[in-house]
């Protein structure tokens, strides 16, 4: 039982490179998320999605791209990737958006250089 | 805008002491609340969770929540802490959706 997993779990990236994040889970989950968790910030929603093909902004989307083909992936993609864009991404899913809590995968790990 | 906050960035205690961390929001509305612990180097895992009924809520580890309405607050608490406790601990309200608030170190010395 997978549950929901991430990758890579690190990277190290330079500016204006664009890169992938994946996110897969296996429960089915109508919601799924994607945050950044920053020293200060704690997590920032930066994309969520309803359902496939339902995607919707957060509070900090400037510089990502978002899609959901299919209900188990939610792939988070830096265009051109900043240095400010440096953090730990989380990937989080959900089967009802507020009744239920999130389940969180374990974390990507992005260093843009 | 709803919003949340919470009181302490950094706390440390020795093992055995009682701890309590504050987690104060704003939302006019109906809310679920929540607390996550993230352990060194893992992803956030529920501590408990209050939709409804009974302000007091019991989650996994000894440790409980108190939810006041009327201070829109939902502090959490552990009588006795242990060292495997240190971790970082992050309460969130939903009311739409789930915001979160900076965080609360938490440093237990054995």
């Known amino acids: 039982d997978a549950g929901i997993t991430q990758s890579p779990r690190y990277k190290i990236t330079e500016t204006g490179r664009q890169v992938t994040l994946m996110c897969h889970q296996t429960?089915?989950?109508?919601?799924m998320f994607w945050y950044r968790q920053d020293l200060g910030h704690g997590l920032r929603l930066i994309y969520y999605?309803?359902?496939?093909?339902?995607?919707d902004k957060g509070e900090v989307p400037d510089g990502y791209v978002v899609s959901r083909s299919k209900t188990e992936n939610f792939p988070l993609t830096l265009e051109s990737a900043t240095r400010s864009q440096t953090s730990v991404y989380f990937c989080a899913s959900t089967g009802l958006a507020g009744a239920n809590e999130q389940y969180f995968g374990p974390g990507t790990r992005l260093t843009v250089t | 805008a709803q919003s949340v906050s919470q009181h302490n960035h950094h706390v440390i205690l020795s093992e055995a002491a009682s701890l309590e961390l504050g987690c104060n929001y704003s939302y006019g509305g109906t809310v679920n609340l929540f607390w996550y612990v993230q352990y060194p180097g893992q992803h956030l895992q529920l501590l408990l969770k209050y939709f409804s009924g009974d302000p007091l809520v019991k989650g996994i580890k000894g440790f409980e929540a108190e939810f006041i309405k009327s201070k829109f607050s939902f502090n959490l608490r552990k009588p006795s802490v242990q060292w495997s406790d240190t971790a970082e601990y992050f309460c969130a309200v939903n009311g739409g959706k789930l915001i979160f608030g900076q965080g609360t170190e938490l440093s237990v010395k054995p």
């Open positions: 999605s309803a359902a496939a093909d339902i995607t």
């Open positions: 429960w089915s989950h109508s919601y």
